[in-house]
């Protein structure tokens, strides 16, 4: 167990759904990063966090997707009108910043299933 | 091409032999490299971080080349709990840590 958790671990849902996943990171993490993984291939990065601020976003991240951290805690990722492409295990990751470099420690996952 | 390449795998080796892994990544600019191992359907672990000349821990050796933008893992004296899935790591400034695919091992008894 690395400390971060993340909740619900599994979402079955249909297609055309708002579903919501929440990420609690590290409580001294100020980084807080959200990736989404499909079998067979490594962990794709969508955004990330800098305690509330909202720093990066990839191309991935389509106007469905959002994410906020809006105390610089915890973390929310929604999709709303959901396809069935969007079935991937969503995976949520926090860091601390430092001089000293950045390692990253990741929740067990969201695994989404759109039907 | 994709910024962060692994060898495609699957290996498959017997207990207490000797595997290596490699990645290449292309972007020149790469700061930090990681290597992460996976298990089937949980998380990504951090394994360990790879420095500019080299590092050892335990039964596993990493090494960088970045001249050639070239990472490796090295494992001795394979255990059966090692099989799992072995991610390359590489970032930028800290920020937007790329994976590569993985590669898989399986150890056999």
């Known amino acids: 167990d690395t400390g971060v958790s993340q909740d619900p671990r599994h979402k079955i849902t249909k297609r055309g759904q708002n579903v919501t996943f929440r990420c609690d990171p590290i409580?001294?993490?100020?980084?807080l990063y959200w990736y989404r993984q499909t079998l067979g291939q490594g962990p794709e990065f969508l955004t990330y966090?800098?305690?509330?601020?909202?720093?990066?976003k990839s191309r991935l991240l389509s106007d469905r997707f959002s994410a906020e951290r809006p105390k610089g805690s915890f973390s929310t990722l929604e999709i709303q009108r959901t396809e069935q492409g969007d079935s991937a295990m969503y995976l949520c990751?926090?860091?601390?910043?430092?001089?000293?470099?950045?390692?990253?420690?990741f929740g067990p996952g969201t695994r989404l299933l759109v039907l | 091409r994709k910024e962060v390449e692994q060898d495609p795998g699957p290996f498959n080796v017997p207990e207490g032999a000797t595997v290596a892994f490699n990645c290449t990544y292309s972007?020149?600019?790469?700061?930090?490299f990681f290597w992460y191992r996976q298990d089937c359907r949980k998380e990504p672990k951090l394994l360990m971080s790879?420095?500019?000349s080299g590092n050892e821990d335990g039964r596993f050796t990493a090494q960088l080349n970045r001249a050639s933008q070239y990472i490796s893992l090295l494992i001795r004296d394979s255990k059966l709990s090692d099989s799992a899935t072995y991610l390359c790591v590489v970032t930028r400034g800290g920020q937007n840590f790329v994976f590569g695919p993985g590669t898989r091992l399986s150890v056999l008894p």
């Open positions: 990751a926090s860091s601390l910043n430092s001089l000293a470099g950045e390692t990253q420690y």
């Open positions: 790879v420095y500019s």
């Open positions: 409580s001294e993490h100020n980084r």
């Open positions: 966090f800098q305690n509330e601020a909202q720093l990066e």
């Open positions: 972007n020149s600019a790469s700061q930090s």
